[in-house]
């Protein structure tokens, strides 16, 4: 059965130092999804990546939206919601929790929980869309993997009959009830999540992704002249040449078609098929810019004034033979 903690006694549930909660789960489990295990590694040991502005603002937005998408959930369905005070642990393991955004109003006994998101057009399109918005809702599962993964296991925590979830997304709403699985699955997550837990207390580091390298960027230590490639990076490197190449096969490519089109429309602006239907245009515009050669030529005080030097690291592959490709 469940077992609840005042929010106030549930340790870091906002830096999520020491703790699972729902939203890494997914990750817990191994699936693909904006948290890695290394990003759970990363906030359960306090090191978690400081929250950029932008970050910041996101996740304000999302808070603010929540009611919003409550009371949407309410209208279309008819069914109240109340914010819930506490958390859920495991019982013994109070480093295994969640927090629901809201708890349903009961009127037959059954227990019921809404997760709301606001999800942005990009990233819409792991979610069934389905065309009459006047449906309360649909019960499907065909949610992304770690969302799907976040209700299971409220359902594990919260022991709910019913978890629905709501996305937002243009200004448009979307619900789902996700079926509750067996509870040999979700007894088997929490296992999962215990062993993975224990796994972090031992001081095991989970391996980063590339998505994980690429949102760490490094200074260049100069003292640290090489750095012998793992098969994994080996592959890349590979990999990476042959896609450099056909992005140049296909930018040659690129310009034949061109030349080829406008050479076509020669003096015209416009380019229509038989039945008039424009399929392109050919037309002048204009740009400003600084001649900033001549300016630093002739007004050397001026450009060093305004000048800005900026600082990057750049990837440059070797041939087979080592040598350094421009």
Not at 84 to 105: A, C, K, Q, S, T
Request: aromatic fraction near 10%; proline fraction near 4%; glycine fraction near 8%.
């Amino acid at each position: 059965m469940y077992q609840t903690l005042p929010i106030s006694q549930a340790g870091g549930t906002g830096d999520r130092k020491g703790i699972i909660g729902g939203s890494q789960v997914g990750a817990v489990l191994g699936l693909e999804g904006y948290v890695t295990q290394y990003d759970v590694y990363l906030a359960f040991t306090g090191q978690a990546r400081p929250i950029t502005a932008q970050t910041e603002e996101t996740f304000a937005f999302g808070h603010i939206l929540e009611e919003s998408i409550a009371q949407m959930f309410t209208f279309k369905t008819g069914m109240e919601t109340v914010e819930v005070p506490y958390v859920y642990v495991v019982p013994e393991e109070h480093h295994l929790l969640i927090h629901v955004d809201r708890e349903i109003v009961s009127t037959d006994g059954r227990r019921r929980a809404l997760e709301c998101k606001t999800v942005s057009s990009y990233a819409a399109g792991g979610w069934v869309d389905y065309d009459n918005l006047n449906l309360p809702y649909i019960t499907t599962d065909r949610i992304p993997p770690q969302y799907l993964a976040q209700v299971y296991w409220y359902y594990a925590l919260g022991w709910y009959d019913e978890v629905y979830i709501s996305r937002m997304t243009n200004n448009k709403l979307w619900t789902y009830l996700v079926p509750r699985p067996e509870r040999q699955v979700l007894d088997a997550m929490v296992q999962t999540a215990k062993a993975f837990y224990d796994r972090l207390v031992a001081g095991w580091v989970p391996p980063m992704r590339s998505s994980d390298r690429r949102a760490n960027p490094v200074r260049e230590d100069e003292g640290k002249t090489s750095v012998t490639a793992d098969a994994a990076v080996e592959r890349a490197c590979m990999e990476l040449k042959d896609v450099s190449a056909q992005i140049r096969t296909l930018e040659e490519r690129e310009k034949k078609l061109k030349d080829d089109i406008t050479g076509f429309i020669g003096s015209a602006t416009w380019l229509v098929d038989e039945g008039g239907r424009r399929l392109a245009s050919w037309s002048t515009q204009s740009r400003t810019s600084i001649d900033s050669a001549r300016l630093r030529q002739e007004m050397p005080d001026v450009w060093k004034k305004y000048a800005k030097t900026g600082e990057s690291r750049i990837l440059r592959l070797s041939d087979r033979k080592g040598r350094q490709s421009l």
